[in-house]
């Protein structure tokens, strides 16, 4: 289970060998420690007994700090999770080399394919609109920028790193043009706005991107990578980069699918004091957490999305240290 804090004024206190939390005083929720994988505060104000922290690091439970802009602040967790130091190491060393081209090929082109699927997921339904033929040819234009990223061959990642962003880029401008057409007779989306934003649906996807952050920022600690040490998104005090990279892979199977059926059901995202309110941030939150437990085929088998996350960042290690094979996620559609 993983345990979200997102409204002020809530408390995280240790009751026995259970988690408590109230709001405003008040009990609204006691879970048993060992029922608990991560918990993250995504609000200001609130208040996390250091009784809590001890208990959760015997029992390998992770507490991470974020922000509605997807940045993580601060991330708590034992030393006990880190992995060898061989596959760190080679992770540093993998900048230098061909291996950093090669992920980063991995994970863009698994990128722009969920962003293709997903705006070919919202046809299905929508064969007999006037925008299908617009959102279908959106979504082939998507689909055309896989094999320029597959195209790019450097020595290394500052070789070509620009390459990638600039192809990155253009791809993403398409899908969010499609993303708006799904979305247009619902609300009044302006595109794809990250920084100081006050449109709601863009502070839905923000907002679903910090909880999906969460998660990827988690797996990476458990598969012992160094979370600074990005490989498109370059290293910076403060900056998990890697979290930054991983994320591109799940944000359109896990966020944007959730954000967009939500929206298209006739929900309309509310704000308050600037921030989505209770309910928007409930509904959405409930829907991520649907995503993250929906089964998708990975490597021959069903999982759910978020153990694909777990098992993605070790796979991810082990290419590293052992160089084996590595192969990004794609959703279905």
Known sequence: MHVIIDDYGMGVYKKSERVVIKKQGKVVDEIPFFEIEDIFFVTKGAVLSTDVIEECMKHGIQIHLLDYRQQPIASVYSPMLHATVKTRREQILSLQ???????????????????????????????????????????????????????????????????????????????????????????????????GTQDPVNMMFNYGYAILGGYVQSAILRAGLEPFAGLLHTDRPGKSSLQYDLIEVFRQPVVDRAVISIVTKGFHPVLEEGQLDLKTRTRLRDKIFERLDSHERYNGKRYTIKTIIQMQTRELASYFRENKPYKAFVGSW
């Open 97 to 195: 080399d061909y291996r950093s081209v090669e992920m980063v090929k991995e994970f863009l082109t698994a990128k722009i394919t969920n962003q293709y699927r997903v705006l070919k997921y919202y046809l299905k339904s929508r064969k007999e609109t006037d925008e299908y033929e617009s959102i279908n040819m959106l979504a082939e234009k998507v689909f055309e920028h896989v094999l320029l990223i597959q195209k790019i061959q450097g020595n290394s990642i500052a070789d070509v790193r620009d390459k990638f962003f600039a192809i990155e880029g253009r791809a993403a401008t398409f899908y969010w043009d499609g993303v708006q057409l799904i979305l247009q007779k619902k609300v009044d989306f302006p595109g794809r706005e990250q920084r």
